[in-house]
Structures are given as C-alpha cells and as structure tokens.
C-alpha cells in the first residue's frame, strides 16, 4: 500500500531542485502512514499524515495569497468544520478524538493553503487538496459514523489521485524551471 507514495517520492527526488523538498518529503511522511495503516497503528498513522500536510502547508504557504480569497476560505471553513464536528461527534476515545481533531485542523490549513495559492497550475493544487481531503473524510466517517459501501476503492482512488497530482506538478514545476 505504501508503494506508490514511495515510488512518487523517489520521482519527486530525482526532479528536486532548490526549494522543492516538501512534497518529496510530504510523499515519504504519506508512505510511512501508508505503512502504520497497514499494521492498524492509528494514532502512529495519523501523525504521519498530519507531517505529511505540515511539509504540503510549507510548500503551499510560499505561493498562497489570501488577498480576495476570504469567500472561498470562509466556505472551506464552514464546511470542514461542520463536518469535523460531526465526526468528532461520535468518537468515543480521548485519544483517537484529539488526533482526529488536530489532523483535521491540520488537513484544513492544507486545503486552506492549495486553494489560495497564485502559482502555475493553482486550480490542479487545489483539485489535489481536496481529492485528499474526500479520501480522509470518507476514512473517518467509515471509522466513526457508518460503513460506507466500496470505501476502501473510493480512498484509495481519491488518496492516490491526489499524491500523483502534487507529484507531478511538483515535478512540471521543476521541470520548467531548467
């Protein structure tokens, strides 16, 4: 399962040029909460994913500009707290609730940053963003609220069509730069 976020990261390495680390970096922090995901180590997966989206925020706040965006946050905002709170809502571990609510403070300030940004390709960044987000809110609702039918195609989809996205526009963007 970690595989594709490796062989991504190793990609992204190849092509890295100044500047750049970030996503190769965001990719092996993704890898390793592939890896804790598979052995059923939660909180050590979630972590992993929540550095993965501190490294895509890094990546993403350098190109972000909030100037005339406030709608489009504030509606993110609106709509991924709504639902934070209705995952939130039915967790019943101390523990599992903190980290589902710093990781979805976390995934949102990434979604937050993609959508705001003005570089090359912003609309695919932020396409990326929230195909990532999709993949971790049908996680947590299969998890907390109810079963939902072919979830593990629907995230893996979603997951990976996500990372290939900011894998390749990380890679189109250095690429452009020679």
């Known amino acids: 399962?970690?595989?594709?976020?490796?062989?991504?990261?190793?990609?992204?390495?190849?092509?890295?040029?100044?500047?750049?680390?970030?996503?190769?970096?965001?990719?092996?922090?993704?890898?390793?909460?592939?890896?804790?995901?598979?052995?059923?180590?939660f909180i050590a997966q979630v972590a992993y994913f929540a550095l993965a989206h501190v490294f895509y925020i890094v990546?993403?706040?350098?190109a972000a500009s909030w100037r005339g965006r406030w709608a489009r946050l504030a509606a993110l905002a609106v709509v991924a707290g709504g639902y934070l709170w209705l995952i939130l809502s039915h967790i019943e571990s101390?523990?599992?609730?903190?980290?589902?609510?710093?990781?979805?403070?976390?995934?949102?300030?990434?979604a937050a940053c993609a959508v705001t940004q003005v570089r090359r390709h912003a609309v695919?960044?932020?396409?990326?963003?929230?195909?990532?987000?999709f993949s971790d809110g049908l996680i947590v609702f299969n998890k907390y609220v109810a079963a939902v039918p072919c979830e593990d195609v629907l995230v893996m989809v979603t997951?990976?069509?996500?990372?290939?996205?900011?894998?390749?526009?990380?890679?189109?963007?250095?690429?452009?730069?020679?």
């Open 1 to 41: 399962m970690a595989l594709p976020a490796i062989v991504a990261a190793v990609f992204t390495l190849l092509h890295y040029r100044r500047g750049g680390i970030f996503i190769p970096l965001a990719l092996v922090a993704s890898a390793a909460g592939d890896l804790m995901g598979a052995q059923h180590i």
């Open 59 to 62: 990546d993403f706040s350098r």
């Open 94 to 110: 101390a523990a599992e609730m903190a980290a589902v609510g710093i990781y979805g403070v976390i995934i949102f300030l990434m």
């Open 124 to 133: 695919w960044y932020a396409v990326a963003a929230l195909l990532f987000v």
């Open 159 to 178: 997951y990976y069509a996500a990372q290939g996205m900011f894998a390749y526009l990380m890679i189109g963007r250095n690429m452009s730069r020679d």
